[in-house]
């Protein structure tokens, strides 16, 4: 049994998403941020960082997103949405969760937190520089999938819906996601899922549907 500490589209959304893919039995703890729920000390002692997501798992907190969708894929390893260990694929799931985890999430959370890296105040030359990064990475995983329906070939797995959390994050961005046609395919494929419309209905979400 678990229990989600979420916000309404924050990190926690892609592991309400696999959750509800892998039709894990859960429970739902939404988090007032702008009431300052997720720094109280109630909180603080689930989640020392105050981030969202937290997950109970058997009743202990587990943190971080990319942890959470790894523990749970090997959780409910019926539900496929990642390759056994020791098989062929497995090598490139974990380079793309790390990769999602380590470099385009950090990427975003500065465009949304720049103060994180300029405490003195958020330059146009820092949104500037954020916005040429999260680009150049967009660029590149488009790239890896042409010809590739997804992040692992054929098979759908959570590093496709982590990436969507991601893109649906990019909508602030000058140049978003789904500016990019490979991108812009997965996105439409995933949010077309029953699991997507769920965690919308669920969080009580509307805007970014990418455009058919
Ligand atoms: N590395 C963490 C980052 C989580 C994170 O940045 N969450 C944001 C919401 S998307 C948050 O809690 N923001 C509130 C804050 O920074 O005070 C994870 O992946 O779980």
């Known amino acids: 049994m678990y229990t989600l500490y979420y916000s309404p589209g924050a990190a926690s959304l892609v592991v309400h ?10 429970t739902l703890r939404r988090l007032d ?13 689930l989640n020392p960082s105050g981030l969202i997501p937290t997950l109970m798992v058997d009743g ?7 942890a ?12 496929g949405l990642a390759p056994a260990i020791g098989t062929p694929t497995r090598a490139a799931w974990w380079q793309w969760t790390m990769f999602l ?3 385009v999430q950090p990427a975003l959370r500065h465009w ?11 330059s146009e030359a820092v ?19 042409r010809g590739r329906r997804y992040l692992l070939g054929d098979r759908l797995s959570s590093v496709d819906l982590y990436l969507t959390m991601l893109m649906r994050w990019s909508r602030y961005v000058p ?25 919308y209905e669920r969080e009580g979400l509307s805007e970014w549907y990418p455009e058919r």
């Open 60 to 66: 202990e907190p587990v943190t971080e997103a990319a």
């Open 127 to 145: 949104k500037q520089s954020v916005a040429r990064r999260v680009e150049a990475m967009f660029e590149q995983i488009d790239r890896h999938l």
């Open 17 to 26: 998403l696999v959750l509800i893919e892998l039709g894990a039995e859960h």
């Open 175 to 199: 140049k978003p996601a789904t500016d990019w046609p490979e991108l812009r395919r997965l996105a439409i494929e995933i949010t077309s899922r029953p699991s997507w419309k769920a965690v």
């Open 68 to 79: 959470l969708l790894s523990l749970l894929t090997e959780r409910h390893p019926e539900g």
């Open 112 to 122: 949304f937190y720049p103060e994180d890296v300029a405490p003195a105040g958020p």
């Open 33 to 45: 941020t702008a009431a300052g729920e997720h720094k109280r000390p109630e909180y603080l002692a």
């Open 101 to 103: 985890a380590n470099t």
